[in-house]
């Protein structure tokens, strides 16, 4: 028992080194702009048909599984209202995370435990290149602005999922549900929304960095890199989703 806390310590040290040391190379020089955009191009236009195929579902769904319960009280003119908030807030955000951890995360552990393991970070010490702000912040900046934007496009394509599951049954114009929609998102589902996608996407990329930079040398490492970067990714989106519901019920 002594030795697992031990070792839980020592995890949560390493951790906190591997934070700070990110922090103090993000703000000196030199700054890797090219393979930040690079990683933007990676994290972003890369997950486009995923992301879209999923936030389009996600949206008929929710909107279709919506219906029976505002029939009960002949409220189905309020389905626009709901799915604007329900998707806006809480939604959008998550489904993007989950999805950037199973495609993003899986890729950034596998590529920096496969370079970890064929010794290129070390080769990139001796050549004189800086591994971790090249490897390690490009891809955590990436991922942190990346997220948000993605969030944006899925609520989209989430209410145009949503809006071909209404006009299946009634008859909305496309101008009366964007109207609806835009009269029942406040600022503070706005600021929410962003909250959540700041926060996962650093988590994405700080965690599957970190796992892949110190992952275990051999190609199983390079496996058990990419399966520990999906699955902690994941299991913290979740913990700060919990977190951020608290803080933002007893905010507003």
Same mark, same amino acid.
């Given at each position: 028992?002594?030795?697992?806390?031990?070792?839980?310590?020592?995890?949560?040290? %390493? !951790?906190?080194? *591997?934070?700070?040391? @990110?922090?103090?190379?993000?703000? #000196?020089? &030199?700054?890797?702009?090219?393979?930040?955009?690079?990683?933007?191009?990676?994290?972003?236009?890369?997950?486009?048909?995923?992301? %879209? !195929?999923?936030? *389009?579902?996600?949206? @008929?769904?929710?909107?279709?599984? #919506?219906? &029976?319960?505002?029939?009960?009280?002949?409220?189905?003119?309020?389905?626009?209202?709901?799915?604007?908030?329900?998707?806006?807030?809480? !939604?959008?955000?998550?489904?993007?995370?989950?999805?950037?951890?199973?495609?993003?995360?899986?890729?950034?552990?596998?590529?920096?435990?496969?370079?970890?393991?064929?010794?290129?970070?070390?080769?990139?010490?001796?050549?004189?290149?800086?591994?971790?702000?090249?490897?390690?912040?490009?891809?955590?900046?990436?991922?942190?602005?990346?997220?948000?934007?993605?969030?944006?496009?899925?609520?989209?394509?989430?209410?145009?999922?949503?809006?071909?599951?209404?006009?299946?049954?009634?008859?909305?114009?496309?101008?009366?549900?964007?109207?609806?929609?835009?009269?029942?998102?406040?600022?503070?589902?706005?600021?929410?929304?962003?909250?959540?996608?700041?926060?996962?996407?650093?988590?994405?990329?700080?965690?599957?960095?970190?796992?892949?930079?110190?992952?275990?040398?051999?190609?199983?490492?390079?496996?058990?890199?990419?399966?520990?970067?999906?699955?902690?990714?994941?299991?913290?989106?979740?913990?700060?989703?919990?977190?951020?519901?608290?803080?933002?019920?007893?905010?507003?």
């Amino acid at each position: 028992m002594a030795k697992k806390i031990e070792s839980l310590l020592l995890e949560f040290a %390493s !951790l906190h080194r *591997f934070l700070m040391r @990110f922090f103090r190379e993000l703000v #000196s020089p &030199p700054y890797e702009f090219k393979e930040i955009i690079r990683q933007c191009y990676e994290v972003g236009w890369k997950s486009f048909p995923l992301i %879209s !195929l999923t936030g *389009f579902i996600v949206g @008929f769904v929710f909107t279709k599984q #919506s219906r &029976p319960s505002l029939e009960e009280f002949g409220a189905t003119s309020w389905l626009p209202a709901l799915i604007s908030i329900a998707i806006v807030r809480a !939604l959008a955000p998550l489904v993007t995370a989950l999805i950037a951890s199973g495609k993003v995360g899986s890729q950034i552990g596998a590529e920096l435990s496969s370079m970890n393991v064929t010794e290129q970070i070390d080769a990139m010490e001796v050549s004189g290149t800086n591994p971790f702000k090249f490897l390690i912040v490009s891809r955590i900046i990436a991922t942190t602005i990346m997220i948000p934007i993605l969030c944006f496009y899925v609520a989209g394509i989430g209410l145009a999922g949503g809006y071909l599951s209404i006009i299946s049954k009634d008859q909305l114009s496309i101008l009366s549900f964007i109207s609806q929609v835009f009269e029942a998102i406040a600022p503070k589902d706005i600021f929410a929304m962003v909250f959540r996608a700041i926060a996962f996407g650093f988590t994405i990329g700080f965690v599957s960095t970190y796992v892949g930079y110190y992952s275990t040398k051999g190609t199983e490492g390079v496996g058990k890199a990419a399966n520990a970067a999906v699955v902690a990714s994941m299991f913290i989106v979740f913990i700060e989703e919990l977190l951020i519901v608290q803080i933002l019920a007893l905010i507003g």
